[in-house]
């Protein structure tokens, strides 16, 4: 009997169709898998993982960006302002530095280093534009000055930039 099943976990997703015996078989294997690939932050690893079954396993879209400069992630975001670059920034440092969270400091170089979109005035704004995507919930902040992007928004941004 064929059986269709789809696993996420964070970042990672993987979909199987196929034989129901892989389920009673191997299903344990790659759980324990991605959740230690997903520990070592190991995406590729885990895109390459086969399966007992002879099946590939699949990172989600989130592998796309792995080696996407801040200048591309921007481009494909269409970035217009400076708080829309400080999300490509964030999605930056998240998905292709695979930091969970980040600094002001590390938001700052992230943005100067898209040199196509960054402007000097981006720089004496950032407290307010931090502030401003605090407030509005796509940036959370933790202890410490730390930042992270929050689960929704991290989302829309694999989804987008994934395609």
Known sequence: MDIKIRIKAGMVEIEYEGDAEFLKDDLSSVINEIVDCQKRGDLTMLANTVSAAGESAAASPAAAVHDMSVGTIASKLRVNSGP?????????????????????????????????????????????????????????????GSFSLSAGKLDELVAHLGN
Do not use: C, P, W
Not at 129 to 142: H, V
């Open 84 to 144: 829309e670059l400080l999300i490509a920034a964030a999605a930056h440092l998240t998905l292709v530095m695979k930091k969970d969270s980040f600094t002001r400091a590390e938001l700052s170089r992230e943005m100067r280093d898209a040199k196509s979109f960054f402007k000097k005035s981006y720089t004496s704004n950032l407290s307010k534009m931090i502030s401003a995507q605090i407030k509005a919930g796509t940036i959370l902040e933790g202890t410490g």
